[in-house]
Nanobody, 115 residues
Framework: QVELVESGGGLVQAGGSLRLSCAASRSVFSANLMGWYRQAPGKQRELVADIISGGSTNYADSVKGRFTISRDNAKNTMFLQMNSLKPEDTAVYYC?????????WGQGTQVTVSS
């Protein structure tokens, strides 16, 4: 069992930056996937960025060049650095970790970007 807690969301003006954190309750060194997803009102949840086993990263086209996914294994924490934020980035952001056959999700953190 792994519990995930997101933090760092909030209200920011367009062009600003935020860094989201996802703290895991235990080591997730063996994780198959670590990622960030988002869901805006009336839309399906979508992939923002992830890290898969082996270290490869994947980004949605809409955030390439603006967002960066990273992790701190010593702190059992993953991050999403978001720069040059746009109103269309407004959504609830969720972290996700897949460990073996288990799929864990955080409760989400709201990001609102004003125009």
């Amino acid at each position: 069992q792994v519990e995930l807690v997101e933090s760092g969301g909030g209200l920011v003006q367009a062009g600003g930056s935020l860094r989201l954190s996802c703290a895991a309750s235990r080591s997730v060194f063996s994780a198959n996937l670590m990622g960030w997803y988002r869901q805006a009102p009336g839309k399906q949840r979508e992939l923002v960025a992830d890290i898969i086993s082996g270290g490869s990263t994947n980004y949605a086209d809409s955030v390439k060049g603006r967002f960066t996914i990273s992790r701190d294994n010593a702190k059992n924490t993953m991050f999403l650095q978001m720069n040059s934020l746009k109103p269309e980035d407004t959504a609830v952001y969720y972290c996700r970790i897949v460990v073996n056959v288990y799929d864990y999700w955080g409760q989400g953190t709201q990001v609102t970007v004003s125009s």
